[in-house]
């Protein structure tokens, strides 16, 4: 059973940092692109940032490039969101994600999904 733990969330001023998590079990975690994923209340989910199953390939949001920087560790089974300058904009929940698969990094599709951690930054 593939299991997807976010943890790293929780609330901060304009302008802090935050570093997200997620924690991968139950697949071969260096054949999965990952992505991190937020949806804000009353709007669509939508992508942050994903990296490839070798961590070669990296893509973002425009609205967080330069503030975010996504990595993983295949070793460990994990793959990291460290945020900083956050902004109130930046405040949803935000989802870790798995597409099994190589090729360029994905935006949508993806396979198997986290429950989410709430981020909340503050004005």
């Known amino acids: 059973q593939v299991q997807l733990v976010e943890t790293g969330g929780g609330l901060v001023q304009a302008g802090g940092s935050l570093r997200l998590s997620c924690a991968a079990s139950?697949?071969?975690?260096?054949?999965?692109?990952m992505g991190w994923f937020r949806q804000a209340p009353g709007k669509e989910r939508e992508f942050v940032a994903g990296?490839?199953?070798?961590?070669?390939?990296?893509d973002y949001v425009d609205s967080v490039k330069g503030r975010f920087t996504i990595s993983r560790d295949n070793a460990k089974n994990t793959v990291n969101l460290p945020m900083n300058s956050l902004k109130p904009e930046d405040t949803a929940v935000y989802y870790c994600?798995?597409?099994?698969?190589?090729?360029?990094?994905?935006?949508?599709?993806?396979?198997?999904w986290g429950r989410g951690t709430q981020v909340t930054v503050s004005s």
């Open positions: 139950g697949l071969t975690f260096d054949t999965y692109a």
């Open positions: 994600a798995a597409d099994l698969g190589g090729g360029p990094v994905p935006r949508d599709g993806y396979d198997y």
């Open positions: 990296i490839s199953w070798n961590g070669r390939r990296t």
